[in-house]
Structure formats: structure tokens, C-alpha cells
């Protein structure tokens, strides 16, 4: 019989989450870098005359990242919200990878062909494992930050569409990562149930073992006897029945 409460947490040591956190932070430092207010900047940056793409960009980041968090915090007691969830955190980087797309063609280009020398460099880079174990606050963000070395020569370039189509890359793998993730969050509902299940499970469990200790063993085979009704009244009758047919007066 399954535990009770599953598993939860251990969201540090995904690839899903490092990924999330790095897509977040270079968000952030990307809206800082290439997205402006001012119609009177001499380059062709962004123009956000009310902050809503920079709003809208970091918002959908921030909700890729925090709901990767809570979906793996709620997977105890309920794997239908993990999963939804999850599908809440692909849906907003989804979001967020149209709005690089929108920066690169605002800018008269268009996005990396997955046949392109930068394209492939990008998507050949390979993660470290999570070397940690204790300290998972100090030990994720280092790590986080060291993956992220990685594609360091992309996000540093002062072009913002080489930095678009990088972020556009590295978000388009955390996506083929949590809809693999949440097809194993579904084959493990499948295999155990969700929390409700396994909690009506116990109780019935629960019910059988105390009507078990309050009734006598059957005469003929030893098995615990129930409570049974005849025209006739009431009397113990065999738990096996109708294998055995033993009976007791009440």
C-alpha cells in the first residue's frame, strides 16, 4: 500500500527549475538592458512607452520559475495540482517566448533557424547534475548561476536578437522538460492515486481493522466473522462466505 503523503519538494535539483531560474533572472537583466521608456534614445531599442512588455515579460518569468515551486511543494497532498501547476509554469514561459519572438521581428529579423550554427551551439549544451545535498537555498543558486556560464558567450552579446534567440532556445527546452515532467506526475497518479484516493483507502482500512478486533473467529475456519440479518434476527456469519459457512449466535 502507498504512503499516505507522497513525496515533496526536491524542485532545487531539476533541470526544469535551474533552467526557470536562469530564464528569470536573464529576463529581468534583459528588460534593464534592451527595453526603454524613452522614445528619445538615439538606438533602436524596444520602445515601451508604458512598461507593459517589460510587466508582461517578467511577470510570465517569475510565473514560470514560482509555479515550478509550488507544484512541487503541493505534490503530497494532491497530485492533480502539482500537474496543473506545472501546466500553469509551461503555459507562462510559453507566453514569454512569444515576447522575445515579437522583439526580434519588431527589430526587422527573425528568429534562429534550429538548423543554424548558433542554434545548434545552443541547444548542444549539456547541464551539470546537482552536486547538492544540504545547504539547497546557497548550493541551488550557485549552481543555477554556474549552468548558466554555459551560455554566457549568447546572453552577455550586446545585440538584444542575439540574446532573444538564445533565451528563445533555452526556454523551448524547459518546455520539452516539464511536458515530460508532467507525464510522469500523470503515470504516477496513475500507478497510486492522488492524496483522496489513498486517504479513503486508509479509512477503509481503518474500518475493517476495528470491526476485526470486535468480532469473534468463525468456528470452522478461524476467519473473522460480520454481522449478518435473517427473518430469523441477527447473528455472526463468516467473513469467507460463501466458501465457509460457519455461524454464531449473537
Same mark, same amino acid.
Given at each position: 500500500?502507498?504512503?499516505l503523503?507522497?513525496k515533496h519538494?526536491?524542485?532545487?535539483?531539476?533541470?526544469?527549475?535551474?533552467?526557470?531560474?536562469?530564464?528569470?533572472?536573464?529576463?529581468?537583466?534583459?528588460?534593464?538592458?534592451?527595453?526603454?521608456? =524613452?522614445?528619445?534614445?538615439?538606438? &533602436? *531599442?524596444?520602445?515601451?512607452?508604458?512598461? $507593459?512588455? +517589460?510587466?508582461?515579460?517578467?511577470? %510570465?518569468?517569475?510565473?514560470?520559475?514560482?509555479?515550478?515551486?509550488?507544484?512541487?511543494?503541493?505534490?503530497?497532498?494532491?497530485?492533480?495540482?502539482?500537474?496543473?501547476?506545472?501546466?500553469?509554469?509551461?503555459?507562462?514561459?510559453?507566453?514569454?517566448?512569444?515576447?522575445?519572438?515579437?522583439?526580434?521581428l519588431?527589430?526587422?529579423?527573425l528568429?534562429?533557424?534550429?538548423?543554424?550554427?548558433?542554434?545548434?551551439?545552443?541547444?548542444?549544451?549539456?547541464?551539470?547534475?546537482?552536486?547538492?545535498?544540504? =545547504?539547497?537555498?546557497?548550493?541551488? &543558486? *550557485?549552481?543555477?548561476?554556474?549552468?548558466? $556560464?554555459? +551560455?554566457?558567450?549568447?546572453?552577455? %552579446?550586446?545585440?538584444?536578437?542575439?540574446?532573444?534567440?538564445?533565451?528563445?532556445?533555452?526556454?523551448?527546452?524547459v518546455l520539452?522538460?516539464l511536458?515530460?515532467q508532467?507525464?510522469?506526475?500523470?503515470?504516477?497518479f496513475?500507478?497510486?492515486?492522488?492524496?483522496?484516493?489513498?486517504?479513503?483507502?486508509k479509512?477503509?482500512?481503518?474500518?475493517?481493522?476495528?470491526?476485526?478486533?470486535?468480532?469473534?473467529?468463525?468456528?470452522?475456519c478461524?476467519?473473522p466473522?460480520?454481522?449478518?440479518?435473517?427473518?430469523?434476527?441477527?447473528?455472526?456469519?463468516?467473513?469467507?462466505?460463501?466458501?465457509?459457512?460457519?455461524t454464531?449466535?449473537?
Amino acid at each position: 500500500m502507498p504512503a499516505l503523503f507522497d513525496k515533496h519538494g526536491g524542485f532545487r535539483k531539476l533541470h526544469t527549475f535551474t533552467l526557470a531560474t536562469i530564464v528569470q533572472l536573464e529576463t529581468l537583466r534583459f528588460c534593464r538592458r534592451f527595453l526603454t521608456f =524613452d522614445h528619445r534614445e538615439a538606438d &533602436a *531599442k524596444f520602445y515601451d512607452p508604458k512598461g $507593459r512588455q +517589460y510587466d508582461q515579460m517578467t511577470q %510570465a518569468a517569475r510565473s514560470g520559475r514560482q509555479n515550478i515551486i509550488e507544484g512541487s511543494e503541493r505534490s503530497s497532498t494532491s497530485k492533480d495540482t502539482e500537474m496543473k501547476l506545472t501546466d500553469v509554469a509551461r503555459a507562462s514561459l510559453s507566453e514569454l517566448r512569444g515576447d522575445y519572438e515579437v522583439v526580434i521581428l519588431d527589430r526587422g529579423q527573425l528568429p534562429w533557424s534550429v538548423h543554424s550554427p548558433e542554434a545548434k551551439a545552443v541547444n548542444a549544451i549539456s547541464l551539470d547534475a546537482a552536486p547538492f545535498a544540504d =545547504d539547497m537555498v546557497h548550493e541551488s &543558486a *550557485k549552481h543555477a548561476r554556474n549552468q548558466r $556560464r554555459h +551560455y554566457a558567450r549568447w546572453l552577455d %552579446a550586446d545585440d538584444a536578437v542575439v540574446v532573444a534567440n538564445a533565451m528563445l532556445i533555452i526556454i523551448g527546452r524547459v518546455l520539452n522538460m516539464l511536458k515530460r515532467q508532467i507525464e510522469s506526475q500523470g503515470r504516477a497518479f496513475e500507478e497510486t492515486g492522488g492524496f483522496s484516493e489513498r486517504l479513503m483507502t486508509k479509512r477503509i482500512e481503518a474500518r475493517e481493522q476495528q470491526q476485526t478486533a470486535d468480532t469473534p473467529d468463525c468456528p470452522q475456519c478461524g476467519k473473522p466473522m460480520r454481522k449478518r440479518k435473517s427473518a430469523k434476527g441477527d447473528f455472526w456469519g463468516c467473513s469467507a462466505f460463501p466458501d465457509c459457512k460457519g455461524t454464531r449466535a449473537k
